[in-house]
């Protein structure tokens, strides 16, 4: 019900341990930006192991760093350029 959360919830659940759903994301594609094939891109560079299937976002989270910087290109969506500062933050910068 609160989709501005959810790219804040992907980075906490792609860091913990288990195999994580999160429902209901087919309208994080109408935000100021595809939010969801960013929160999949940015999965991807972080080597981050999720998939779509049935509107749901699946992500297997593992507390695993990367050990060198990346660069990052993001959209131009606040939330999207958050996410993406907890994520180098994380790892390291970049």
Do not use: Q, W, Y
């Not at 659940?13 to 929160?39: A, F, P, Q, Y």
């Amino acid at each position: 019900d609160c989709l501005d959360l959810v790219p804040a919830l992907v980075f906490f659940l792609s860091h913990l341990k288990g195999d994580h759903e999160l429902r209901g994301v087919e309208n994080l594609t109408l935000k100021e930006s595809d939010r969801l094939s960013e929160l999949m891109k940015l999965l991807n560079v972080f080597h981050k192991k999720s998939f779509l299937k049935d509107h749901k976002l699946h992500i297997e989270g593992n507390p695993s760093k990367l050990d060198s910087p990346v660069d990052l290109v993001l959209p131009e969506d606040h939330r999207m350029i958050m996410v993406g500062s907890l994520f180098l933050l994380h790892h390291g910068g970049g």
